[in-house]
Structures are given as C-alpha cells and as structure tokens.
C-alpha cells in the first residue's frame, strides 16, 4: 500500500511540473468620461503591446512595430481604423465616430486616446467592445464610463461584446 501512495504522489509530482507553464491573460480596460463643458467623450483604452501588435500585423501589415516603428502615420492610420470596427459608443440610438487623438507607452502597454465631439446630454450609453476578440477567444474588455461623477462598468467578451449604462 505504501509502494502505490509513492507511485500516485511522483504521478502528481509530474503532472503538475508539466503545467509550469503559465496561462496568458487578455484584458483590454477602456475608461470613458463624458465632459459636458466641451459636449464630449474622452477615452483611453490600455491594451498590451504586444498582443495589440500581433493584431496589426495579422489584420494589416506583417511589418508593423509599435515600439520601434518608423512609420508613425501608417501605424496611426491603422489604430484609428482598427477602433473605429471594433469599440463603438452609440448613444441616442446613433453610433459616434472616435477621433483618434493619440498614443504612449507604459512598460508592456499601448495606451490610445479618443475624444467625440458633439455629444449632448443623455441618460444612456450603449458599447460595444471587440477589440482583439479577433485574435484572442479569452479576450476581455472592461469597460468604465464616468458621466457626472457616477462610473458604471461592463465587462465585455466576444460572446457578449454589448452592453448598456443607464445613468441617473
């Protein structure tokens, strides 16, 4: 009996050794505020480098480098593009255009920024969020939308890439 405990704990032992290897995690987190003084939506959406990059490559040129990219303009062409299909804001029943304002780097993330101009007052906001879905089936994207100092948040999948914020 002692012998077969040996034989199960080494089996485990093993099994677990050969599961070093750590699962990646996709999270894209978009945070967006209305600003009623300027009639607008400010958004800034965090998404790894990397996993952003092989996107561009597979959807549009295999040459993109976002680090060390020398063609700005293209690559930026390519961002304003990719999120114009895939995050859309629609609010009184009218999809609004994301006017792609810019991008940085912070250690492993790309962080893009948008406004929309000419939004009036509203009490609800529907998105859709599909960003990397396309590339990644476990892709998350968390949503935080801040209008009058009250944030609501979805958590957006490919499964389910709507939802709606109805505000007070």
Not at 3 to 8: N, T, V
Not at 63 to 89: E, H, P, S, T, W
Not at 100 to 119: H, P, T, W
Request: proline fraction near 1%.
């Amino acid at each position: 009996m002692n012998h077969l405990k040996k034989i199960i704990f080494l089996f485990l032992v093993c099994s677990c050794l050969s599961f070093k290897g750590t699962h990646k995690f996709y999270l894209s987190v978009t945070d967006a505020a209305y600003v009623e003084k300027s009639s607008s939506v400010q958004i800034i959406t965090r998404l790894f480098v990397d996993d952003f990059q092989k996107l561009l490559q597979t959807r549009y040129d295999k040459n993109v480098q976002l680090l060390r990219g020398q063609d700005l303009a293209k690559n930026n062409a390519y961002i304003q593009q990719y999120f114009n299909k895939k995050l859309k804001i629609n609010i009184q029943n009218k999809d609004l255009k994301l006017n792609f304002i810019g991008k940085r780097y912070e250690d492993d993330l790309i962080i893009c920024y948008f406004e929309i101009e000419g939004v009036k007052n509203f009490s609800s906001v529907e998105i859709t969020n599909l960003l990397l879905t396309d590339l990644f089936e476990e892709q998350k994207n968390l949503v935080h939308f801040e209008k009058g100092g009250e944030t609501e948040s979805l958590m957006l999948v490919k499964e389910k890439p709507t939802g709606t914020i109805e505000f007070n």
